[in-house]
């Protein structure tokens, strides 16, 4: 195989993972600042379930260029959160502004068992490996404190682009970065923003780390899986 082969990488619920998400860097915020509450994930999430830019993957998001500006955006989200379950407004966006940095913090998020060597055999394999994700403008540093730099080549982040999976626009950056491979896979765990929004630009898909049985033409539990998925049809 030639060196012209490229795989793209969704970030959360593929490679890694972060413990409760952003409610948990929400309840984790709380924590830090000493305040008493009774309050759990599931109490943030009616206040999270819209406003981020992958809720509208349909529109572009060009205008927020800038980190201080997209984090604008969230900042707002996790403001109104806070006042919605009874915390004032001047105490609410200290907690934001510290959510902020505690959700970017590379050390709140883990590894897949079977991150490290997939990526790393895919590489010997010469599989050009890149990172393709709805996620902060923050993400290459996240990679980067996770050691995963070693075997990813670059890394596209929808709060850096202005575009969100599975909007067409953010496959074409990706593989005009990746020099238009001849083969290429994009993983991931959404049917909507990685299978669906790959197959729509002819890129072939693997859903990974979703039970049961979906309608997807690949499939795979873990990431073991996935390199076998590569590896066999890679023979054809």
């Known amino acids: 195989m030639g060196n012209n082969s490229t795989i793209f ?6 490679l890694a993972y972060r413990e409760g998400m952003w409610s948990g860097a929400l309840l984790e915020a709380l924590e830090k600042k ?5 309050l759990n994930r599931k109490d ?14 349909e529109e572009d998001h060009l205008h927020l260029s800038t980190s201080e500006e997209w984090w604008n955006v969230i900042e707002n989200i996790f403001i109104q959160a806070y006042i919605g379950l009874g915390i004032n407004s001047k105490k609410a966006e200290e907690l934001a502004k510290l959510a902020h940095e505690l959700y970017i913090d590379p ?9 490290l060597k997939t990526l790393k ?13 709805n996620h902060v403008p923050e993400l290459n540093e996240i990679v980067k404190g996770l050691g995963l730099d070693k075997y990813v080549t670059d890394c596209i982040s929808s709060g850096r682009v202005g575009y969100e999976k599975p909007h067409s626009e ?10 238009n491979p001849e083969r290429v896979w994009m993983i991931g765990d959404s049917i909507k923003a990685d299978v669906k929004g790959a197959n729509n630009l002819g890129i072939p898909a693997i859903l990974v780390h979703k039970e049961g049985k979906n309608e997807v033409k690949y499939q795979a539990n873990n990431l073991v899986e996935v390199r076998e998925i590569i590896k066999e049809n890679s023979k054809k």
């Open 121 to 133: 055999k895919l590489k010997e394999k010469n599989w050009n490996n890149i990172i393709l994700s």
């Open 44 to 57: 943030f999430k009616p206040y999270l379930s819209s406003g981020y830019p992958w809720h509208t993957p």
């Open 170 to 179: 953010i496959f074409r950056i990706a593989l005009s970065t990746a020099n």
């Open 107 to 115: 050390e709140s998020f883990d590894l897949y068992d079977d991150t």
């Open 34 to 38: 000493g305040i008493n509450h009774d």
């Open 9 to 14: 990488w969704d970030f959360d619920g593929t």
